[in-house]
């Protein structure tokens, strides 16, 4: 194994440009003759477009274009949608209600587009806009969801009668109803996972240009799936024919989810330069951010949990209403059904479960896949639920688990999942370890001293990621395969190139990528260069999102690999007259095992070009691509343990630690994963003690801002445990699981049972802010 190899800590490659301020993000893209698009939103949550009148607005210094809703229908771009069917327990398929780029009748939440403005600069495109004179009748707003499913709601679109999107179930019913009546002991909860703004470091911003001269589109955008969204633009949107469209997603400052989607800002853009003979750019300011980026959890649940005399789970029952927003975004549909649901088994052997959700319309943003996506929503519901069982029960909650892990691999749940390999006592043995659990009763006495209370909490979750196989994805709605692509090209002078259909906006691909190349080759990282975000450079993928990249996108880097070596092999056997199975790759060079005859590898990969001396009828060169399916999704699990010290008098929780046990199978640089888990975990922490977002009766977005919205700070955060146990994963080639959604989806929990078990309590809402923390204390509401 090289120093740089698999395994290795080996720092960041790509952070020294963005440390020093070198990153090229869209916003810095600078395109001859480029001018800036500003947006009239609406002001209100529900209203009729009665009258628009731009013509002020045109008159304005500066301004090019002002665009409307009626000229984009005109002009036969296409209404968004949501890719992902999902089918009623009826059988009926979701009611999926009109979502113009610019509406043109009527408006759903605060923050739907309406008009363009392009002008010559930003200010004067803003300035514009606000001459924009629209004339709209005000209709009754719903932005509660299970408000939205009453008689009295108003109706939000005709193609969903009562709001009802889809009203799914998975499981069996009977099995589980039958289960929860002959219990010994049943928990009941009401579970509510509060909304969140995902507030990624670089607003979403975009930048269209229609060449006429080459009847060709070009546009840079802020896409954690550039290749998707061309496909979506072309065959969906009608933007532009998909081979006369370039997408090119470049530097992007972070996402977790919500840049996966197409929004209306690409398309206008694109639309509106061709409209205009203008390249128009657009990048969202944070409010528009707030206002506009798809937003993520929203559920209100109850749950059964049922358990015989031996506290053996025999059943689980839930119901859930989901807020998907104004309309249906992308993936939303496949959020809290078959990214929720199918992990409601958690970790744990529970026979018989049913599940039956609810998606509605309400006048607020869309709502769809947030770090963890789906996998957060279940793992709060089930490890909030066991947390209360064990309270109920007078049992550890630590043994309650461990009595009802899984401990047999494969394991087919009773909720479409088979789980392939794991060993959850391992992580819940070092969680406990790292956290000193024994411990805790006197930590307790001693905050007790001082006027604290101090609780512990765990969280045990299981995720599904890697998302694949294409087959069962399709047979469940997915409207695309979710495959990922490679190609390996290895240079005349024997440096490396790895175009990748993944996307990295963070996870480090440019180091962690070419550690599999010298791994397999010995070249030195700096000899290797990943190539991706560009659909003219790189063949189609599939992007970034569900912890996909390492378990996908590194299982086709590694099948691209293996045809370039055998290749390699057969080039370096016929120059040192060998037999090609004695040939052995390492320390970057080719050599016959058990002599001293070598070849180093740029002279092999000189030779593959100069082609004047290779075996009979191999082609010249040296490049290979592949394509890679998976067998089925990767499971990585593991156990969270929080402590918390709070004031009584004030409601302040302080998190004083944070353990992290997770079993991620194998793990490329180490260093990687640790920063994954941080920055997921303090997502979490975030969660369940400051981020909330609110909208008034009205649907107007109190939230707007870092003033109203709070966002975890250093202070708020310790200095977390990670460790790291592994069952390797036998479904793909690396062994990989995923990592890059895991401290989302356990720390919530872990965080709210720390905070229950210190001040006496079975529930409270998140976020868990002072003031409902003091309130809970006092058994008032907040």
């Not at 069917?85 to 113009?100: R, T, V």
């Not at 409601?344 to 026979?351: E, F, H, N, T």
């Not at 495959?483 to 490396?496: F, H, P, Y």
């Not at 000189?606 to 691509?625: I, R, V």
């Amino acid at each position: 194994m090289g120093i740089e190899g698999v395994g290795a800590r080996v720092a960041r490659k790509e952070d020294k440009r963005f440390i020093t301020g070198a990153g090229r993000y869209v916003d810095d893209m600078v395109v001859p003759g480029m001018k800036h698009a500003a947006f009239v939103r609406s002001p209100h949550a529900h209203a009729e477009i009665k009258k628009i009148d731009i013509k002020k607005a045109q008159a304005m210094p500066g301004v090019i274009g002002v665009l409307t809703g009626k000229e984009l229908k005109a002009d036969g771009i296409g209404n968004l949608i949501c890719g992902w069917m999902i089918h009623s327990k009826d059988g009926s398929p979701m009611k999926m209600g009109a979502w113009s780029p610019l509406a043109f009748d009527r408006v759903r939440y605060v923050g739907d587009a309406v008009v363009v403005v392009v002008a010559e600069t930003k200010g004067q495109a803003r300035d514009a806009a606000e001459a924009v004179d629209i004339t709209y009748e005000e209709l009754k707003a719903v932005v509660d969801a299970p408000k939205a499913l009453e008689r009295s709601a108003p109706q939000i679109h005709p193609e969903a009668d009562g709001n009802l999107i889809f009203d799914w179930e998975l499981g069996d019913s009977a099995a589980t109803n039958a289960a929860i009546k002959a219990a010994a002991h049943i928990t009941r909860m009401k579970i509510v996972n509060n909304r969140l703004v995902p507030n990624a470091m670089e607003p979403r911003a975009a930048l269209g240009h229609y060449d006429k001269a080459e009847d060709h589109y070009t546009c840079w955008t802020t896409s954690q799936n550039p290749h998707l969204a061309r496909l979506v633009m072309s065959a969906f949107y009608n933007v532009a024919p998909e081979n006369k469209l370039r997408v090119i997603a470049p530097d992007v400052g972070g996402g977790f989810g919500s840049k996966i989607y197409i929004y209306p800002e690409e398309i206008i853009c694109l639309w509106a330069s061709k409209k205009t003979g203008v390249p128009v750019k657009w990048v969202a300011d944070r409010t528009e951010s707030f206002l506009t980026d798809a937003h993520g959890r929203d559920h209100v649940s109850t749950v059964e949990m049922a358990f015989d005399k031996d506290n053996r789970i025999t059943g689980l029952k839930v119901d859930t209403i989901a807020n998907l927003g104004a309309y249906m975004s992308l993936f939303s549909s496949c959020v809290p059904t078959y990214l929720y649901a199918t992990l409601l088994s958690g970790q744990y052997d529970i026979p018989a479960i049913h599940a039956n959700v609810r998606a509605v319309y309400t006048n607020t943003a869309p709502v769809d896949a947030y770090r963890g996506a789906g996998r957060p929503e279940a793992t709060y519901l089930l490890e909030r639920t066991m947390e209360t069982a064990a309270r109920e029960l007078g049992v550890s909650p630590a043994e309650l688990r461990r009595k009802n892990f899984i401990t047999a691999f494969p394991h087919q749940t009773p909720v479409i999942m088979n789980y392939d390999a794991g060993d959850y006592a391992a992580s819940l043995d070092a969680a406990m370890a790292a956290a000193d659990y024994a411990g805790f009763a006197q930590r307790k006495a001693d905050a007790a001293n001082r006027g604290k209370l101090r609780g512990i909490g765990m969280s045990c979750y299981i995720e599904a990621c890697g998302l694949a196989p294409s087959a069962a994805v399709g047979s469940l709605g997915a409207g695309v395969g979710l495959w990922e692509s490679a190609e390996v090209r290895v240079n005349a002078a024997g440096t490396i190139e790895v175009l990748t259909g993944s996307h990295s906006h963070g996870q480090g691909h440019e180091t962690t990528f070419a550690q599999l190349v010298n791994q397999r080759f010995g070249v030195p990282i700096d000899s290797v260069s990943i190539v991706h975000g560009d659909t003219d450079k790189v063949q189609m993928g599939m992007g970034t999102y569900g912890s996909r990249s390492g378990a996908v996108g590194m299982s086709a880097v590694v099948k691209a690999l293996d045809k370039v070596e055998a290749k390699a092999k057969k080039i370096a056997a016929h120059l040192l007259e060998a037999d090609e199975g004695d040939i052995i790759i390492e320390n970057g060079a080719l050599m016959v095992a058990g002599t001293d005859k070598q070849v180093p590898w740029f002279q092999m990969a000189l030779a593959a070009y100069t082609a004047h001396n290779l075996p009979g009828g191999m082609e010249p060169g040296l490049k290979e691509t592949s394509f890679y399916d998976p067998s089925n999704f990767t499971f990585p699990a593991g156990c969270y343990v929080c402590e918390v010290e709070i004031d009584p008098e004030t409601g302040v929780t302080e998190v004083v630690q944070f353990v992290a046990a997770d079993d991620f199978g194998n793990i490329i640089n180490p260093m990687i994963v640790e920063g994954q888990v941080h920055g997921g975990v303090a997502q979490g922490i975030g969660q369940a003690l400051l981020e909330g977002t609110r909208y008034d009766a009205s649907g107007q977005l109190l939230t707007a801002s870092y003033m109203d919205y709070a966002m975890p700070r250093a202070d708020d955060l310790p200095s977390f445990k990670v460790s790291t146990s592994n069952t390797p994963c036998p479904g793909n080639p690396l062994g990989i699981k995923g990592c890059g959604e895991a401290g989302a989806i356990g720390s919530p929990p872990a965080v709210i049972n720390a905070i229950t078990d210190a001040i006496g309590i079975t529930d409270i809402a998140m976020p868990a802010s002072p003031s409902t923390v003091w309130a809970a204390i006092r058994g008032t509401k907040h």
